[in-house]
């Protein structure tokens, strides 16, 4: 039996403490959460590849969404062998953002597409966490992680797609990757060709777009000096925030 925590409260010692060892999903709540199902069956995926225990399921999840009335808000699930922990934040993302762009930079580490952490999402976060925080510091948005093979994986919190002639290109999984929920129904909706992706390309690219729960989706402006378009782009991020009922007119 796992303990329940909600945002401050104290949690069991256990092997997430003190090795990473644990998942974690952040839902988009507005109105509802957003692709709960999706999250869920991710976190249970991850509970599986790391022997964590039992798999959770959504109505604890609803559960504590209704109690506390959450709603406009990012909600982050944490599991690890003995503790379920959520927590709030608020939304960061603006208008001034979207209109904006993200302004990216290449990560000085590389994604080893050969690690098994690679492909869940897991608390041992720290290569995306230190990567963000020093793009943060430069005056980025992102930083993007090429592999061992100089081919394009992901942002630190982000997928990342590019468009050349009109055709959408995003890196295979196997490139060294999670499959972000969004990513997903980018994939599921749009004619979008996994492939393998080199620098090259990235900055060749007439247009870039980066995904994830929380920012949905978003152009990305210049990339260490180069700028790029966002016609596409647009249109796809519209058609998105039409489907989960958040466009504004």
């Excluded at 604890?60 to 982050?76: G, Q, S, T």
């Excluded at 090259?200 to 929380?214: G, V």
């Amino acid at each position: 039996m796992r303990k329940v925590i909600f945002n401050e409260d104290n949690v069991l010692i256990d092997s997430g403490t003190f090795f990473g060892r644990g998942v974690f999903e952040t839902i988009l709540i507005k109105n509802k959460p957003h692709f709960l199902k999706e999250h869920i069956e991710r976190l249970n995926d991850g509970i599986t590849k790391l022997s964590l225990g039992e798999h959770i399921k959504s109505d604890i999840v609803l559960e504590k969404i209704n109690e506390y009335k959450l709603d406009n808000l990012a909600l982050k699930l944490v599991v690890t062998e003995k503790n379920i922990i959520f927590s709030t934040r608020e939304l960061k993302y603006k208008p001034d953002n979207y209109e904006k762009g993200f302004k990216v930079k290449i990560a000085n580490n590389i994604r080893n597409s050969k690690s098994i952490l690679t492909y869940i999402k897991s608390i041992n976060y720290l290569d995306n966490l230190l990567e963000y925080e020093k793009a943060n510091l430069e005056g980025y948005n992102e930083a993007i992680f090429l592999n061992e093979n100089n081919c394009l994986t992901e942002g630190c919190t982000t997928n990342v797609f590019i468009i050349k002639d009109n055709n959408i290109y995003t890196p295979s999984e196997k490139c060294g990757l999670l499959n972000g929920i969004i990513r997903k129904y980018v994939i599921d909706n749009f004619n979008v060709y996994e492939k393998e992706i080199s620098k090259e390309e990235l900055l060749n690219a007439e247009e870039i777009f980066l995904t994830n729960s929380l920012v949905g989706v978003i152009k990305v402006s210049e990339i260490e000096g180069r700028k790029f378009k966002s016609r596409i782009t647009e249109d796809i991020r519209k058609t998105y925030e039409e489907h989960i009922g958040v466009r504004e007119v």
